[in-house]
């Protein structure tokens, strides 16, 4: 019995394992319902909730996560699963339809239905180190660093030198809650138009922190989670690793279509929104002030809580309200200072409201204990003594200066950017001049971030390339976007291809 047990590999399909069976005399009954405990997969009929086209989804998805059904494997037909579950094709057939919408299955015609092949698990937008160091990296987002950074950061290391808190050297456990009343964070998170004296801050090592903790308190595994269908890059990885389901939902110039967003709220039974609504996006669209207000009552109608990724910070002069100053009681706030100060200063805010501030508390403790005692230690001091605006003045006039130029040189292509914004979006007619233009950038020693890294969902919805402002010095950065417009209009100057004629 045990020989055979080891032996049984969720991934094979029964009939093989029956053989097996026979071969060693145990029933062929009983090995499929060890299969069956083993596998739970096809779900028992009975777990079935309604509407049962979402119970299988999630099933089927449960199942690939956890190795149950692996790439390349071949799913039931939707006629011979709906006998099995005593559903109706329609469901069975909306499940499948769904589950390819999202990339998990594919179908081939003539073949049947299989277990798609994992992609890498994270596609990144920008190149590896080694890569970096010949070429010009216009690829990934920081902000310009000057020589008053290089002295703003040796002022503050002598200060600590001299007067190092003791919590600092000997600080272990984190604060088991964070007062926004008594922090020095609190003119920052002013500055990003928020003032919530009930909120719960809690410091993070950067963004990324940020939003895992905030994924995890917002959601739990099986949610359905919806964001722009072009955002950022790390969603995707970082709601498979967290077993939720990830949609995206069409966007326009002013972000995330609010009609959209409350068909998809109306279909799916959607937990969370998360969305970058001040020109961090891709697309560099700004939403609207009223655009806010309507996302906000449909999330207020369904009841979803939004996550804000508002990691850029306050680099614009004048943006509106912030969703989570408009919803405070639903919406889980983050920024940080790498965007907007320092590349090396990883410091992150997320501000939760206070009846989740012991649930993403617990959270942040889990992934990342507490955040780094020196670097909050050094933004702290920077808030205080007004080093911290200083350099966000610095770094308005200098991307300002950026954008003027890059608005210049780009003349005649179609681009998109925001006010202060890090980047330039240029639009590309389809994914196969966008993949020309990385291609032919990078042999002209320029790194640029394409679309597909960014999109959620069908990528043909958006093409083009994400160009960084910042990061290089301005003779650097001048030089960089040159190549860019030489190479794109060199691909305007080709008569577009059709996709299916690309081998």
């Not at 299988?56 to 998805?61: K, M, R, S």
């Not at 390819?100 to 698990?121: C, H, L, N």
């Not at 003045?393 to 991307?399: G, K, T, V, W, Y």
Request: net charge neutral; glycine share 8%.
């Amino acid at each position: 019995m045990q020989t055979i047990w080891a032996g049984l590999d969720p991934g094979r399909d029964k009939e093989s394992i029956a053989l097996d069976a026979g071969r060693t005399g145990l029933s062929i009954v009983l090995i499929l319902i060890m299969f069956q405990i083993m596998t739970n997969w096809p779900p028992d009929p009975d777990t079935l909730k309604r509407p049962a086209y979402r119970s299988l989804i999630q099933a089927t998805e449960t199942a690939i996560q956890n190795g149950i059904l692996k790439p390349g494997d071949r799913l039931p037909t939707q006629r011979q699963l709906a006998f099995d579950l005593n559903l109706s094709v329609q469901t069975v057939s909306r499940a499948y339809d769904k589950l390819i919408e999202a990339g998990k299955i594919v179908g081939q015609v003539g073949r049947g239905t299989f277990v798609r092949e994992s992609p890498a698990d994270v596609t990144m937008p920008f190149v590896n180190r080694k890569a970096s160091r010949a070429l010009l990296d216009m690829s990934i987002l920081k902000p310009v660093i000057d020589h008053a950074h290089e002295k703003a950061l040796q002022a503050v290391l002598r200060s600590i030198a001299t007067s190092l808190p003791r919590s600092v050297i000997s600080g272990f456990r984190p604060p088991p809650r964070f007062d926004v009343e008594t922090m020095p964070v609190r003119r920052w998170l002013g500055l990003c138009g928020l003032d919530l004296p009930d909120a719960t801050v809690i410091p993070t090592n950067g963004s990324t922190s940020a939003m895992t903790a905030a994924l995890m308190t917002a959601a739990q595994p099986g949610d359905l989670v919806v964001t722009e269908n072009i955002g950022h890059h790390t969603l995707r990885p970082l709601t498979r690793f967290l077993g939720l389901r990830l949609q995206g939902v069409t966007v326009d110039d002013g972000g995330i279509c609010p009609r959209a967003l409350e068909d998809i709220c109306q279909r799916e039974g959607v937990k969370v929104l998360c969305i970058m609504p001040g020109g961090l996006n891709p697309l560099a669209f700004n939403m609207t002030g009223t655009r806010r207000e309507e996302i906000v009552e449909i999330a207020r109608r369904y009841d979803l809580q939004i996550i804000e990724n508002h990691a850029c910070g306050p680099l614009q002069d004048a943006p509106p309200p912030p969703v989570a100053a408009l919803a405070p009681e639903r919406t889980l706030f983050f920024t940080s200072l790498t965007k907007c100060l320092m590349p090396g200063l990883r410091v992150g805010y997320l501000v939760v409201p206070d009846h989740l501030g012991a649930a993403a508390t617990s959270r942040h403790l889990v992934t990342n204990w507490m955040a780094t005692s020196l670097m909050t230690e050094i933004a702290d001091r920077w808030f205080e003594d007004g080093t911290a605006e200083d350099l966000l003045h610095r770094q308005r006039l200098a991307l300002g200066d950026r954008q003027g130029y890059a608005l210049q040189i780009l003349d005649g292509l179609e681009y998109r950017t925001s006010p202060n914004g890090l980047h330039v979006w240029i639009c590309c007619r389809d994914a196969h001049e966008e993949r020309a233009l990385v291609e032919a950038a990078r042999r002209d020693g320029v790194a640029v971030a394409p679309a597909s890294s960014f999109s959620i969902g069908p990528h043909h919805l958006h093409t083009g390339i994400r160009v960084a402002l910042g990061g290089q010095s301005f003779p650097d950065f001048a030089r960089g976007l040159q190549i860019v417009k030489r190479v794109a209009c060199e691909m305007q100057a080709v008569p577009k291809i059709a996709e299916d004629r690309i081998g």
